[in-house]
């Protein structure tokens, strides 16, 4: 069965600090990617996402940058995170031959930019 | 054209009642809607999802009614229980397709 893992859980990083959160799935080949940010109001937004590696689209532009260096990782990035940063970030995956394109969430990661 | 638009932001159900959700879409291309049940601080999980070649689709206590016509569908949460307060998500999307299109979002308490 394919699973996600995301990591870490929780992150304090004060302002102007560089960021990396990664994400990997198993048990799966050539998924499509996605990196969501979800800020206390609850909304999904939807950050960047990647059909293969180095492919990445990016929804909205910000202070962050995402890269898919394997098939099965992809990685979120800031060179200096601001305070906006803060929130709760979320990797997800389906996969590209599927009829059924709902996504699958791995279990997120809490950022608190200080 | 790509908005899903749902209500309400908010529900208080008393244990046992009938929890109701709405989104309506406006983009007749989308092709399949799935809900999403997210407890805090958890990702979102797949709860139900429905195709518009049909009316409605019923797993356990949690139905899909879909209004093709209208461009609305709606989740029902029959005899809600306490462990059913969570947030809950509509989207739509386009098979084959990559990304899914939210809705903002529903934080249901279910009071006991």
């Known amino acids: 069965s394919q699973t996600i893992h995301q990591w870490p859980a929780t992150l304090v990083q004060p302002v102007g600090s560089p960021l990396s959160l990664e994400c990997t799935v198993e048990g799966t080949s050539n998924p499509n990617l996605y990196w969501y940010r979800q800020a206390a109001g609850r909304g999904l937004q939807l950050l960047f996402y990647s059909v293969g590696i180095g492919q990445i689209s990016s929804e909205v532009p910000q202070n962050l940058s995402a890269s898919r260096p394997q098939d099965r990782q992809f990685i979120l990035s800031s060179k200096k995170l601001l305070l906006s940063d803060s929130g709760f970030y979320l990797c997800a995956w389906n996969p590209k031959d599927g009829l059924n394109t709902e996504a699958f969430f791995g279990q997120g990661t809490r950022l608190t930019v200080v | 054209q790509q908005q899903v638009k749902q209500s309400p932001q908010s529900l208080i159900v008393q244990k046992g009642g009938i929890s109701i959700i709405n989104c309506a879409y406006e983009?007749?291309?989308?092709?399949?809607f799935p809900w999403y049940q997210q407890f805090p601080g958890k990702g979102p999980a797949l709860l139900i999802a429905i195709r518009p070649d049909v009316s409605e689709k019923k797993e356990g206590r949690f139905t899909i009614s879909f209004n093709k016509s209208a461009k609305q569908f709606s989740l029902h949460i029959m005899d809600s229980q306490p462990g059913d307060s969570a947030t809950y998500f509509c989207?739509?999307?386009?098979?084959?397709?990559?990304?899914?299109?939210f809705g903002k979002g529903t934080m249901l308490l279910v009071s006991p």
């Open positions: 983009n007749t291309a989308f092709d399949y």
């Open positions: 989207a739509a999307t386009i098979s084959g397709y990559s990304t899914l299109t």
